[in-house]
């Protein structure tokens, strides 16, 4: 494998558009009606071998829910084959007893969302009763010693979410953010009315394709997660060190359309309105 030069040193792996939970905020749009897409497992072997190559040095799995990808645990351990840190951005809710095993086993980190301390409120923003089921593993993942980071993602006017944070906290749960509801995906049609699928660059924090990348479930690369609409290039026709090539120009339109200027800004820098889109880790370095 040829090593060559490249900015990039984190991806996001959207492995999946499927859900076990149907939230009405979500940037991805996901839901249990969602697919795992058009890439197969070996194209995201081929994705991760190429990223390794070119100097990537972390990425996220994320969805959706990437449990529910049966390709999960085979992408874990072809990442880890290349000495890549590897995180899993879960839900919580199912969480079998290998892919604890895996986790514990390779060094896989995990992120996931949290609400509120009321399970009933829990519901009502994920469209599922699953805030046991994810407490739950909040602590077994504390009990195993796998590295956590839980945002609590503010969605709603009332929230508990200076409870939820407190119950982080007895929880024992050792990276705790914050982030308000983004505009984009599903959030743009609660939040707005309008339905529309257009990307608001105002919503995003000013890290996107600065040093990171997403790839989508269909093969197309985007600067960031939340930058649904924005497409930097498709796999399926290029390769990654191609696309990767288009980023400084789709970042200087996103500038331009209204996205912050926050090129290698400090981390708490890149939080418009007091949000940083955690756990997503749009600013992971």
Request: proline share 6%.
């Amino acid at each position: 494998m040829t090593a060559l030069a490249t900015d990039t040193k984190f991806l996001w792996l959207e492995i999946t558009g499927k859900c076990q939970l149907d939230c009405g905020h979500c940037c991805a749009d996901s839901g249990p009606d969602g697919t795992h897409g058009t890439m197969t497992t070996d194209q995201w072997k081929e994705v991760i071998f190429e990223a390794a190559g070119l100097g990537v040095r972390r990425v996220q799995f994320i969805g959706g829910e990437p449990t529910l990808h049966p390709g999960l645990l085979d992408l874990i351990r072809h990442a880890h084959s290349f000495a890549l840190e590897i995180e899993v951005f879960s839900n919580l809710v199912r969480i079998t007893p290998t892919m604890w095993r895996v986790f514990k086993e390779l060094g896989v980190s995990l992120a996931t969302s949290y609400y509120s301390d009321d399970p009933g409120e829990h519901a009502a923003i994920t469209k599922r009763p699953t805030y046991a089921r994810t407490k739950a593993n909040i602590s077994i993942a504390r009990s195993l010693g796998i590295p956590l980071r839980v945002g609590v993602i503010d969605v709603r006017n009332g929230q508990r979410v200076d409870q939820a944070r407190a119950e982080l906290v007895d929880l024992g749960v050792p990276q705790i953010g914050y982030d308000r509801l983004r505009k984009v995906g599903r959030g743009a049609s609660s939040s707005c009315g309008t339905g529309e699928k257009t990307t608001d660059a105002t919503q995003l924090c000013g890290g996107c394709g600065d040093g990171v990348a997403a790839v989508m479930p269909d093969g197309r690369v985007r600067p960031c997660t939340m930058a649904r609409t924005v497409t930097v290039g498709d796999l399926k026709n290029r390769s990654l060190a191609h696309v990767l090539g288009n980023m400084p120009a789709i970042r200087e339109d996103l500038v331009r359309a209204g996205m912050p200027d926050r090129k290698n800004s400090a981390p708490e820098a890149c939080a418009p309105d007091g949000g940083n889109c955690y756990p997503i880790n749009c600013f992971p370095r």
